[in-house]
């Protein structure tokens, strides 16, 4: 009698609380073991956690956990009740893993891919209660980011955020399964969305891609978008499970070869953020380039330490290039093409005159160049290799037809760098064959030995232009006060390859200050003197002379001098 009861009053339960469907972000996907090896306290096995955050008990039977390839239904009635977690893993992993906390075995467990991956968590009556898309950068760590760690969310109030509400366990067993995260803390969303950008899937759709979770019934409304060219927007659809991109329906087909200017405006993320903000992008219908189209335009292939290789491409054509459908490799000791690489496998459009970088550490390239655009720099998880000494690029389409290829070598530096390492190999004209050495010179010192994302030091249109050196202002007074400080020698050439010299003298002849020596020189540039001499003291006031001498390879050279004041400086 007792039994039945008890058996009567868990199937009133269950009843009760399937009576009370689950709403998104109720039940999240909490953490997630996506490497276990050669972790410090916890089993060999992967596992994903889930936490309840509402305040209503869930039945799991007939819910669904999926990846990006296989979806599993629970079999197993277990109530998770508020502020609960349970742990879901493989019938092999279920016994081990109990010891840490409740733990659903599941025969097909969607195991979670250790680089990256999509998971969802869907209800009996298949509504989408969280998705996840998983990266490694998540782990912010990169040693624990190799294994034996997990993943953990940060704030559950914060369920959209993304990467920024995840982190590296921080619990000495690599993880907290079926116990609170590691790593919980308040982690407040007060950021808006950013719009990435926007392509057209065909001619009568343009899908906008955002930084993170928006708010779905704002991003629905259509009036919230308004494209060039009289344009009408006929419909606006967040797109599922991230709800992080918005498909617009056109009223008419985009047109080839056209560039279209998109307006976007009280755009809001899940917690509210961005109401007042307003975007803009372009788009474009996307062809297959042709041979020439994109040009390699800029290689380092010897960068510094800690640093990391990258390629650098020119859409040099009048339309717009999908490089979804673009790939680079290197070229075998047989001279096969070999080690392809995708460059993204989502649409990112390179515009015409747009440049687009390529590397396997977008934040090494950031943190060692200046990079005037980071959205140009596409990440990919290994590059072909690119010897320091000499070697091959080529660039194809998904057809696998060639687009460009060069075979550089180490020895196509300026012959008066005698360093290599970090500076990187631009092209000169984007018109000239790329096999051309002569088209290829030293990325200039005044630009840091690099210029990815934006046109380069070396860079020349072949116009005729006079060679000059100027400096101002005529008087200067390095005393930090925000007005004169510092002299700028300002240069401008009619073709690069040249180097220079620079040295400032006193009215008596004496060399004070060797500023250059040997620095190589773009078409256009500046180098700037403080007012301090070789032993960095400060000098006295009077008239210097700025001797600058310019030379290259091929014999030409140029000299200039020029007079400037250093003016007393305030006490």
């Not at 009053?9 to 269950?14: E, R, Y």
């Not at 294994?147 to 955020?161: A, F, I, R, V």
């Amino acid at each position: 009698m007792k039994n039945t009861l008890l058996c009567m009053l868990t199937l009133a339960c269950t009843s009760h609380m399937q009576a009370q469907p689950a709403t998104r972000y109720d039940v999240l996907i909490h953490e997630i073991m996506t490497n276990p090896s050669s972790s410090p306290g916890l089993p060999n096995f992967k596992y994903i956690e889930l936490f309840n955050a509402s305040r209503n008990a869930y039945n799991l039977y007939g819910w669904q956990i999926a990846n990006g390839k296989s979806t599993t239904v629970i079999k197993a009635h277990f109530i998770l009740q508020p502020d609960s977690f349970v742990v879901l893993c493989s019938t092999s992993a279920a016994t081990a893993l109990s010891l840490f906390g409740a733990t659903i075995g599941i025969s097909g467990f969607p195991s979670p891919a250790i680089n990256g991956d999509m998971l969802l968590l869907r209800s009996a009556d298949e509504k989408l209660i969280h998705a996840v898309a998983y990266s490694k950068s998540w782990y912010g760590n990169e040693l624990k980011s190799n294994g034996g760690w997990s993943l953990e969310m940060t704030d559950p109030q914060n369920p959209c955020s993304g990467g920024s509400n995840w982190k590296a366990a921080t619990d000495a067993r690599g993880g907290t399964p079926g116990t609170p995260n590691s790593v919980a803390g308040d982690n407040k969303d007060e950021t808006a969305p950013q719009l990435l950008g926007a392509h057209a899937t065909d001619s009568m759709h343009i899908v906008l891609v955002f930084d993170e979770t928006l708010d779905s019934l704002q991003a629905s409304v259509k009036e919230n978008y308004i494209c060039s060219d009289g344009m009408v927007i006929e419909l606006a659809e967040p797109g599922a499970p991230l709800f992080n991109t918005v498909r617009l329906k056109l009223s008419a087909p985009l047109l080839k070869e056209k560039i279209y200017n998109l307006h976007v405006r009280k755009i809001v993320d899940c917690s509210g953020n961005g109401a007042g903000n307003e975007f803009s992008a372009k788009a474009g219908l996307a062809q297959m380039p042709g041979a020439s189209d994109i040009v390699i335009n800029e290689i380092l292939f010897n960068p510094p330490a800690d640093g990391a290789d990258y390629i650098e491409l020119y859409n040099r054509s009048d339309h717009v290039i999908n490089a979804k459908i673009l790939y680079i490799a290197n070229r075998n000791s047989a001279g096969a093409t070999s080690s392809i690489k995708q460059l993204n496998d989502e649409d990112v459009l390179i515009f015409p005159s747009d440049f687009i970088v390529v590397t396997d550490n977008a934040a090494a390239v950031k943190q060692q160049y200046l990079v005037k655009d980071p959205g140009a720099v596409i990440e990919i998880t290994t590059m072909p290799s690119y010897p320091n000494a000499s070697g091959a690029v080529v660039l194809l389409n998904a057809m696998g037809e060639v687009l460009d290829e060069l075979r550089y070598n180490e020895n196509w530096h300026l012959g008066l760098v005698t360093n290599y390492k970090g500076v990187a190999l631009e092209r000169i004209a984007y018109d000239q064959p790329t096999q051309d050495k002569n088209n290829w010179h030293s990325a200039a010192a005044s630009a840091g030995y690099g210029t990815p994302t934006y046109q380069n030091s070396q860079f020349s249109v072949h116009e005729q232009l006079r060679g000059e050196v100027n400096i101002s202002p005529g008087v200067f007074s390095p005393d930090n006060d925000g007005h004169d400080d510092f002299l700028t020698i300002a240069y401008q050439f009619p073709e690069p390859g040249y180097v220079c010299n620079i040295t400032l003298f006193d009215v008596r002849g004496r060399s004070v200050r060797y500023l250059v020596r040997n620095g190589i020189c773009g078409t256009k540039g500046y180098f700037r003197w403080d007012g301090l001499d070789e032993k960095n003291r400060q000098t006295g006031m009077g008239i210097y002379i700025v001797l600058t001498e310019v030379y290259n390879l091929k014999g030409k050279t140029k000299r200039f001098k020029q007079a400037v004041t250093l003016a007393k400086l305030r006490q």
